[in-house]
């Protein structure tokens, strides 16, 4: 399986990124995103995030950005990366229309860092060609890319997707399709332990944060990672390994539902476990 023409769908946070990463190995990316002025704004994220890299000796900006076209629909590709909101239903629906609009030698991936990727394979007819891509944030500068095989994932599939994330300079961590896959069936109770130790009074959100940095040499504190993530989207996660999983552990702190429902989603809003200018 050859990938040259990469459609990436959502051009928020993660979307940026990927659609960067793909660009910059010299594939040409289509970015689309339902949501009106996404993409513009994705555009924008990775023309920063390439200004950044190219101080560092990185590609220059306009070479990979000329690579990446706006597009207004989902249209012809080797492969999809969806990487929209962390919702099974909108999810399976975007995986109905993409199976409909790509060619069928196309493979179809997911960035979701939890819905299991079998769900989504089933309402394609190429649920052979279907898998999880997960990628971490920030994608341009973390190496990561948790590959997830469907029940129905041929072999051939999770060999191309393997070599992809290698030739894209990530390292593939290959995983089954179990809730949370490997990487947020770990982390996301220890975000959540750290908001009941924070709703608990046990300490402030600075000194949780800097326990986990200076003593457990993490570069980022769980509370900052939780605002990084967005706690809409830890809560999400949450709640799909509690239903998956059926253990009481995976349930969210109501600290962290609190939050959500006042809108403290974290950097996106400005304010979560704390504030940003």
Known sequence: MIFERVLVAGAGQMGAGIAQ?????????????SVPGAVERGLSTMEKSLARLHEKGGPAPDDVL???????????????????VEHAETKKRLFREADAALPKKAVLASNTSSIPITELAAVTSRPERVIGMHFFNPVPM???????????????????????ARELGKTPAEANDFPGFVSNRILMPFINEAAHALM???????????VATLG???????????DLIGLDTCVAI?????????????????LLRRYVAAGRLGRKSGRGFYEYV
């Open 238 to 254: 949450m709640d799909v390994l509690h239903e998956g999983l059926g253990d009481p552990k995976y349930a969210p702190c109501p």
């Open 21 to 33: 990463v793909v660009a910059a190995s010299g594939r040409a990316v289509s970015l689309y995103d």
């Open 216 to 226: 457990f040499a993490h570069p980022m504190g769980p509370l900052a990672l939780a």
């Open 142 to 164: 973390l190496p990561l890319v948790e590959v997830i095989r469907a029940e129905q994932t041929s072999d051939a599939t999770a060999a191309a997707i393997v070599a992809l």
């Open 66 to 84: 000329a690579r990446v076209t706006p597009v207004g629909e989902l249209v012809d590709a080797d492969l999809l990366v969806e990487a929209i």
């Open 200 to 210: 608990q009074g046990v300490a402030e959100p600075e000194a949780i944060d800097t």
